[in-house]
Every structure is written in structure tokens, then in C-alpha cells.
């Protein structure tokens, strides 16, 4: 018996799904033969993935593909080492192992969960000197600098409106997490506020915040919460979305809503095309389990003007 070849692309992305495969020939001049064949991934710290597969009556000189369980790269590894081997020796037990090195890098670019406002501490109606909004990332990202000169640029908003205040078009502190994760971003109000508003839509210039793979932000975000004293606890139970990063069997999504207004989901997959679109005027927690192929989604949940985007990874 011999490995003919075997098949894994030389570079992979974690959360994305592949299925190693692995071609089988009889070599041995047996009329048939019944083998298994085993494949392994590791890296210098020991296997991430092990899987064996049951070849059964194979002809002599006949070859067949052997497909094996799914596997889902980590973002912590980078260098592994794809090895298929059949366990059963034969006459020529050099041809019984085949292996390759292979790349794991995130393909994937840096999503924003989510962009809230937050009234300070002195409360107060509308935009004041201590009013902030934190962006959340759906990874960590290269953290670069955004200021006053940059952010209308870096972070423009929708309906041509300003982070700047109108004393010296300033902004007040800028300031990154220790992992680059969440965006805090000072608002300042002399002489007027900004004119930036709840319910506005965040687009980053697609160049300039990266994640640590060097991908690009291009996702856009409503900025949601309240620059008011009064329903800022009522308006964070509108963004609750339960959403783990990797799900098995069904796509779950659960929410609260704490009235009968409509709720809108849309599924997009990572080009951008919408899997589904769900519109739901419903009361209290809601769970929804979908039937969708494995991969990789962008859910985005929308009430009104408040929106929420969250990334997942399927495997059934």
C-alpha cells in the first residue's frame, strides 16, 4: 500500500473549516487489501488533530480518496505539520507515510461588535464634556494612533457628522486597551458639541485598523446606548446578543427584548452575501436555532436605530 498524495492547502485560516484528504493506492500485489489510514497535525507542543479512516477491499493498482473528519485550525498556531500514514505494514513500508508543512494565518479581517455611547458622570441631556463611546473589536487589533486630525477620517460617520466638538474641531483622549479590543473615545462639547448621534452609522476607512494578521476593519456599526442619564441600563438590554464564537449543530442566537418592536437579523457570510434575514416583533428572551451549512457568519441584529454584529463559526 502507498500514500499516492495527500491533500491540505499550504496555507490555512483558523475558523475556517477544512477536510484533510489523502489518496490510497494498492502497490502491494494483493488482489485486496483492507487498511487504515490515520492522519495527524501537530505542532512542536504535540497533536491538534487526530483522525483515522477505514480503507476496505481495496484492488490491486486501484487508488481511493480517503476524506477525514473536519478540522478547524486555532489562531494560536502558525507552523504544523500534516502527516497521513497507514497503519498496516506491507512490502514496501516507505510509501506507508506522507506529510507537508503548513501555514496557519487568519484571512479573516476584524469585525466591530458593537459601538456604545455612555453619558459621564455629570447627567446630562445630549453630548457633554465628559459623554464617551467605546468601540468593541471582535479581536485584537494593531491599536494605531487616532486623534483629533484623523478620526472624521479613520471613523467617518454617516450624514456628514463630526466626532469633533466646535471649539477648535478637538476631540478629547483617544485611548486603545491593553489588546487592542475596545476603542475609547472622549468626546468633548465647547462652544458646541459634536454633532455626531445615537443611531449613526461608524465607517472605518478600511485601511488603517488592522488586526494582528494585518487585515483590515471594513465593517461598518450603529452606534447605539445613550448620551443620557435616563435609559442607559434599559438600553444595554437591546444589545444583549448570546452568541458564542464557535457553535456546533445549529446557529443559536438569543436576545432580549423589552418591547414589541420590531427586531431585524441578518446572516451575511464573510463576502458579504445574506444567508438569511429574520424579522421577529416578539416580547422578552427570544432563542433562535437555524439550519445552516458550516462556515463562517456575520450575524447583525438591528432594532430601530440601535444595531449589534457579532462573528461565529458553524461546524455541524
Not at 179 to 203: M, Q
Request: with cysteine; net charge negative.
Amino acid at each position: 500500500m502507498a500514500i499516492a498524495s495527500i491533500s491540505l492547502p499550504d496555507t490555512v485560516s483558523p475558523d475556517s473549516i477544512y477536510f484533510p484528504g489523502a489518496w490510497v493506492k494498492n502497490t502491494s500485489y494483493e488482489l485486496w487489501q483492507n487498511v487504515h489510514v490515520i492522519a495527524t497535525i501537530d505542532t512542536n507542543s504535540g497533536i491538534v488533530y487526530q483522525d483515522t479512516q477505514y480503507v476496505s477491499r481495496l484492488h490491486w493498482g486501484d487508488s481511493t480518496l480517503v476524506t477525514f473528519s473536519p478540522w478547524s485550525p486555532s489562531i494560536s498556531q502558525k507552523f504544523l505539520t500534516f502527516t497521513v500514514h497507514i497503519l498496516e505494514n506491507d512490502m514496501d513500508s516507505a510509501n506507508n507515510t506522507s506529510g507537508k508543512v503548513i501555514y496557519s494565518r487568519d484571512i479573516i479581517p476584524p469585525v466591530i461588535d458593537s459601538a456604545i455611547a455612555y453619558d459621564g458622570s455629570h447627567e446630562e441631556a445630549g453630548i457633554d464634556n465628559d459623554d464617551y463611546v467605546i468601540l468593541y473589536f471582535s479581536e485584537p487589533t494593531n491599536k494605531p494612533d487616532i486623534n483629533g486630525s484623523n478620526i472624521d477620517s479613520v471613523l467617518r460617520i454617516s450624514s456628514g457628522h463630526t466626532w469633533l466638538d466646535g471649539f477648535g474641531r478637538s476631540v478629547g483622549d483617544i485611548v486603545w486597551n491593553s489588546d487592542g479590543t475596545e476603542l475609547l473615545v472622549n468626546l468633548t462639547s465647547y462652544v458646541s458639541p459634536p454633532t455626531l448621534n445615537v443611531g449613526d452609522t461608524i465607517y472605518p476607512d478600511s485601511s488603517t485598523i488592522e488586526d494582528l494578521e494585518y487585515n483590515s476593519c471594513v465593517s461598518p456599526v450603529v452606534l447605539g446606548g445613550s448620551f443620557g442619564p435616563s435609559n442607559i441600563k434599559e438600553e444595554s438590554k437591546k444589545y444583549e446578543l448570546n452568541v458564542s464564537a464557535v457553535q456546533h449543530g445549529y446557529l443559536t442566537i438569543g436576545y432580549n427584548s423589552n418591547n414589541n418592536d420590531m427586531v431585524n437579523i441578518t446572516i451575511f457570510n464573510p463576502g458579504g452575501g445574506v444567508v438569511k434575514k429574520i424579522s421577529r416583533r416578539q416580547k422578552g428572551r427570544i432563542v433562535l436555532n437555524l439550519k445552516v451549512p458550516s462556515g463562517i457568519y456575520f450575524i447583525n441584529i438591528k432594532k430601530g436605530k440601535y444595531g449589534i454584529m457579532k462573528k461565529v463559526l458553524l461546524i455541524r
